[in-house]
């Protein structure tokens, strides 16, 4: 009876070669070739003495980083700064920079172009709005001062801006999260190694959320997330993602209904980065038109809700409680703080009022 030999690799070299079949089944598209990638991983490993040797102990997770190149069709070649393959936790790991996000964004057709930039203390940043790019004059040559925050811009097909901030207060909670600058590896953590590059990235993770849907994308974020050990923190963005799609869900059957007097409030109640991705949702084509009845929408919301708010001013005036209870009886909680901040310094004394009859 013959025996099958099984061929053990002599080098981390051969480890990497003997990953060719396993490449080519995952791989589907053409953005990358196993006999390029091959090459710019063995290259990797020859100029990263740590790398290699991490490599040589966890033959396993190297031939995970490689298949992960093939699944998310992102390339090594390191002229590009797309992915690399590096050192984290005993492991070899395939870490996608924040370009290589865009890339896959711009790549598959999810957004036009975009960007991320550091924010510095002598900067001037102001954010314009939904829809609008944020201004930011930077003091590029001379004292910048210290990171105070970072931000994502992208601009979508339909001409939209979506823009994501985080502070460096917010930043440096992420990084507090991250299993790289935990254990003997983590003076290799890219944290330490490259900070202003991984804020970039944590800023892109966080706003590619909102952008239109793109599979090799998602693919990238887990790929990262795992690495980083940010399961949990993943999860609760994901639970907050579908909190906000249902949102735009609901935005868009109130606009298609005619709803103008819950859509007014609900919509202004609604954090930024939600409007946002209601307004990023208009069908091609009907980006205009649906913007135009979005807006008279609003108008009409508007009167209708000043209304209201003449009327409680008045009751309160009168201290007429029971006409107030009349009015807010059948209000969601939205409606009440939208109320509430449309009576501006009567406000405070309607919440008192609402917080006692409710208590």
């Known amino acids: 009876m013959n025996q099958v030999t099984v061929q053990q690799p002599q080098s981390v070299t051969d480890v990497v070669n003997f990953q060719q079949q396993h490449f080519q089944q995952v791989v589907t598209g053409s953005d990358v070739e196993w006999a390029k990638e091959s090459q710019f991983a063995i290259q990797a490993l020859q100029k990263n003495e740590y790398l290699?040797?991490?490599?040589?102990?966890?033959?396993?997770?190297?031939?995970?980083?490689?298949?992960n190149v093939a699944a998310v069709e992102i390339?090594?070649?390191?002229?590009?700064?797309?992915?690399?393959?590096v050192p984290r936790d005993g492991m070899v790991c395939l870490d996608i920079s924040y370009m290589g996000l865009l890339h896959l964004a711009m790549a598959d057709g999810a957004i036009v172009w975009g960007q991320s930039k550091l924010v510095y203390s002598n900067d001037t940043y102001t954010n314009n709005g939904i829809d609008k790019a944020p201004t930011h004059k930077q003091n590029t040559f001379g004292d910048k001062g210290d990171i105070v925050g970072c931000y994502c811009t992208v601009k979508l097909k339909s001409g939209d801006y979506i823009t994501e901030e985080m502070d460096i207060e917010a930043l440096s909670k992420v990084k507090g999260t991250s299993k790289s600058l935990q254990g003997k590896g983590a003076k290799y953590s890219p944290w330490n190694t490259f900070p202003e590059e991984m804020m970039r990235k944590t800023v892109v993770k966080r706003a590619s959320k909102y952008w239109p849907s793109c599979e090799r994308l998602r693919t990238a974020v887990d790929v990262i997330n795992e690495h980083e050990g940010l399961e949990t923190e993943h999860q609760k963005d994901e639970a907050l993602n579908d909190k906000r799609s249902q949102d735009v869900d609901k935005l868009n059957n109130m606009l298609e209904s005619g709803d103008y007097f819950n859509f007014f409030p609900f919509l202004q109640t609604r954090e930024e980065t939600t409007?946002?991705?209601?307004?990023?949702s208009f069908a091609?084509?009907?980006?205009?038109?649906?913007?135009?009845?979005?807006r008279n929408l609003q108008n009409t919301g508007i009167e209708e809700w000043k209304s209201i708010v003449s009327d409680v001013k008045k009751h309160l005036k009168n201290e007429d409680k029971q006409s107030i209870l009349n009015i807010v009886q059948d209000f969601e909680p939205y409606h009440k703080i939208h109320l509430v901040e449309m009576m501006g310094k009567k406000g405070q004394e309607l919440t008192i009022f609402l917080n006692t009859k409710e208590a």
């Open 52 to 67: 290699a040797k991490v490599a040589w102990g966890n033959q396993a997770s190297l031939q995970n980083a490689i298949i």
């Open 75 to 85: 390339s090594l070649n390191p002229a590009l700064k797309h992915a690399y393959l």
């Open 275 to 280: 409007q946002a991705r209601f307004y990023a």
């Open 284 to 294: 091609k084509g009907e980006v205009t038109s649906s913007k135009e009845k979005a």
